[in-house]
Each structure stands twice: as structure tokens, then as C-alpha cells.
């Protein structure tokens, strides 16, 4: 089962200072949507600053989190004080071709997000093909695709 995504620092509110935000944080956002901004062909205008750092995750789910942990957890007094002026929280965005999906992470590693006192959302999305487990065979649902996996991210963590 091939599990891809990312895992993402997210700050979301009103006037966000993105060039302080990455200075104090030491990260460069991978996306910045400014209030106001189209999200998507299908969606609304963001009705708020959204600050996002990603780390891709391929196959292994607990990897993903060791790696943004790494950076995120040198900065966990800034991140606290953030949180207190904005939303702040991990985001877990996992994709799979097959309706499948299943993932565990250490109790090391969940020790690790809670000492960040920030909430952690997981977001699964599955393109619904099956495994035949007698035949190895794939099973498409053939469901048409509306929009592409970067606009269903973005509707996600608005």
C-alpha cells in the first residue's frame, strides 16, 4: 500500500507577518495564501492569512513527522506564544491510490507532538481502487477527478 502526503506547520489568521513568522521560526513557508486569495477553481477566496511549512511524506507516515519535529520542536516556546495569537497546529495530508489506508506512529513520536500543545489533524483521502487479494488485480472506481491534489490540500487546511 503506497502512502504519499505531507506533513505541514500550519498558521492560520488575520494579518500574519510572513518574513517575522519565517525569521522567528527559521523555516520557508511552502505556501502562503493572503486573505482574500482564490484557493481553487472551485472554492471561495481565503477568508484569512494562511501560513503553511511542508515536509513530503512517501510511504512512511511516522518518517514525515520525525522530520518537521526536528525543526519544529527547536522553536516550541515561539510556537506557543503563536498559538496564542493564531491557529496553529499540524496537519497530517495523506493520499493513496487504494481505499486502504493505514499508518502508525511511536508512542515516542506522539510524545514528541504533545509536548507543542498544538492540535494535530489528519486528512485521508483515498482514490478508491481496491486489491484484489486473491488476483493481485487493481480495481478502479472510476471516479473522475474535479479538482487536482494541490487544490484538495488547499480546501483542506481552510
Known amino acids: 500500500m503506497k502512502i504519499n502526503g505531507k506533513c505541514s506547520l500550519i498558521v492560520r489568521g488575520n494579518k500574519i507577518n510572513k518574513e517575522l513568522l519565517e525569521s522567528e521560526l527559521n523555516m520557508k513557508c511552502s505556501c502562503f495564501i493572503k486573505k482574500g486569495s482564490s484557493l481553487s ?69 506522539i510524545e514528541r507532538i504533545s509536548k507543542l500543545s498544538i492540535k494535530v489533524n489528519f486528512s485521508i483521502l483515498s482514490w478508491g481502487m481496491l486489491e484484489n487479494k486473491i488476483t493481485n488485480d487493481i480495481i478502479d472506481s472510476s471516479n473522475e477527478v474535479l479538482i487536482n491534489e494541490e487544490e484538495a490540500y488547499k480546501t483542506l487546511i481552510t
Open 41 to 109: 477553481k472551485v472554492s471561495n477566496k481565503s477568508a484569512i492569512d494562511i501560513w503553511c511549512y511542508d515536509i513530503k511524506i512517501e510511504d512512511n507516515v511516522e518518517n514525515g513527522f520525525k522530520e518537521i519535529l526536528k525543526k519544529v520542536e527547536k522553536k516550541c516556546s515561539y510556537i506557543k506564544e503563536l498559538s496564542e495569537k493564531y491557529e496553529v497546529y499540524l496537519n497530517c495530508y495523506l493520499n493513496s491510490d487504494f481505499a486502504q489506508v493505514g499508518f502508525d506512529l511511536s508512542s515516542v513520536t
